[in-house]
């Protein structure tokens, strides 16, 4: 888990500096190592977004909903 929570941190930070495509590579690093986190995939689904990959966005933003149907 704390490597994962590394690739996230890492992630986020790229996502922060717009460096969309090396922070959906990190998340999806992330989530090799811990792939019930819903945070990574409403992320990654962000990031999708951002890049007009509408959907992977979909795709992403539904695995989350479906991982934690609280978390909107």
Do not use: T, V, W
């Amino acid at each position: 888990m704390a490597k994962s929570e590394e690739f996230k941190a890492k992630a986020n930070k790229c996502f922060a500096d717009n460096q969309l495509k090396e922070a959906i590579e990190l998340y999806i690093s992330a989530l090799e190592l811990n792939p019930s986190n819903h945070i990574l995939y409403a992320n990654r689904a962000f990031c999708h977004i951002k890049l007009e990959n509408y959907g992977s966005a979909i795709l992403d933003a539904s695995e989350a909903i479906r991982r934690e149907p609280s978390y909107i």
